[in-house]
């Protein structure tokens, strides 16, 4: 399933409709009775997109939308039998994506709710590419394409040297003992672990430093361990 779609108190019927087209891209259509319904929601479950009214029988739609939109940046689209311009300002500057009035097209409908998801999928991946991308100074450790990159010079590591690398970028300024290097790497206990750290520390200066024995990304803490920053 690709997620959920909540439709928080919709009496409209404009919605049923939609449910089986949306089932052929494996979204299905939640209906929500409460704001807190909502919460739960978008906490446990994989949530795409909010279609909710902002006239609610027991609660303040725009208000709603404000929430939710401080907890999350899911799509948001208002649904509502109110045409006015007040209405749809108030909802857009409260954080509601769209607004559709209805009764409407379903097919219009569902076109604005597959392109509201889309969007979202693309900036949610865009972003959690960015986040697997991790800089120091002028080296970068790009894990989208597992390539580093000193200056704008791509540096050839060997597996091993590149996982350690990364994960000190990751915990870049944090020193990590070297029975923390080899445990987060080889996934054992280290056990005379100090020489094979100490190799791949090395090659791995000798490939990203301009000078080794005066390292700029990675150091060692005395007694300690090794750190990069």
């Not at 399933?1 to 494996?26: C, F, H, K, R, T």
């Not at 987060?184 to 520390?201: E, F, K, L, P, Y």
Request: aromatic content about 6%.
């Amino acid at each position: 399933m690709n997620g959920q779609i909540l439709v928080y108190n919709n009496q409209s019927g404009v919605v049923a409709p939609l449910e089986p087209l949306l089932m052929g891209d494996e979204y299905v259509t939640k209906i929500v009775s409460s704001r807190q319904e909502i919460l739960d929601s978008i906490e446990m479950e994989e949530v795409k997109m909010l279609i909710t009214d902002i006239e609610l029988a027991n609660d303040n739609g725009f208000e709603l939308i404000g929430q939710i939109r401080q907890i999350s940046p899911i799509p948001i689209m208002v649904l509502s039998a109110r045409d006015d311009e007040a209405a749809k300002i108030k909802a857009f500057k409260g954080g509601a994506d769209d607004y559709v009035v209805y009764p409407c097209s379903p097919l219009e409908l569902l076109a604005r709710v597959k392109a509201h998801i889309r969007r979202y999928v693309q900036l949610s991946s865009a972003s959690h590419s960015l986040n697997k991308v991790y800089r120091f100074d002028d080296l970068v450790v790009n894990d989208v394409t597992r390539t580093v990159t000193v200056c704008d010079k791509e540096v050839k590591l060997t597996p091993i040297e590149y996982k350690i690398l990364k994960l000190l970028v990751q915990e870049k300024g944090k020193v990590m003992s070297i029975e923390e290097i080899y445990e987060s790497i080889w996934n054992m206990r280290a056990i005379g672990a100090d020489n094979t750290i100490a190799v791949h520390i090395r090659h791995i200066r000798e490939k990203i430093e301009e000078n080794p024995k005066q390292p700029i990304y990675l150091k060692v803490v005395w007694g300690t361990g090794y750190k990069v920053g």
